[in-house]
C-alpha cells in the first residue's frame, strides 16, 4: 500500500463516518447500517498492516483519525443514548 493509498482510504473512511453520523442524528438506522458495512470493508485493508508516513503526509493522516474519532464519537453519543433503554428492558426479561 502505497502512502497515497493509505490517505485515500483513510479519507474515504473520514467521509463514511461523517455520513454515519449524520445518518445516526437522523435516526436513519438503515443507512447508518449500510454505511457501517462500507467502513467496515474499507477498514480491513488496515489488516494487512499501513506503511508508515512522514511530514505533511503523517499530518494528514493524524487530521484525518482525529476526524474518524470526532465522528465516531457522535455516532455513539446518539447510538449509546438510543440502547440504554433497550439493553434495560432486555435485562429486565
Not at 445516526?24 to 462500507?38: I, S, V
Amino acid at each position: 500500500m502505497t502512502s497515497n493509498e493509505v490517505l485515500s482510504m483513510y479519507e474515504n473512511l473520514a467521509g463514511l463516518t461523517a455520513k454515519m453520523s449524520l445518518a445516526a442524528q437522523a435516526g436513519d438506522w438503515n443507512t447508518l447500517d449500510r454505511l457501517e458495512n462500507q467502513c467496515a470493508d474499507q477498514a480491513a485493508a488496515t489488516l494487512t498492516g499501513v506503511p508508515a508516513l512522514s511530514g505533511a503526509p503523517r499530518l494528514r493522516k493524524i487530521d484525518l483519525l482525529k476526524q474518524i474519532m470526532a465522528n465516531d464519537r457522535a455516532i455513539r453519543d446518539v447510538t449509546e443514548t438510543w440502547m440504554s433503554p433497550v439493553e434495560q428492558a432486555i435485562a429486565a426479561h
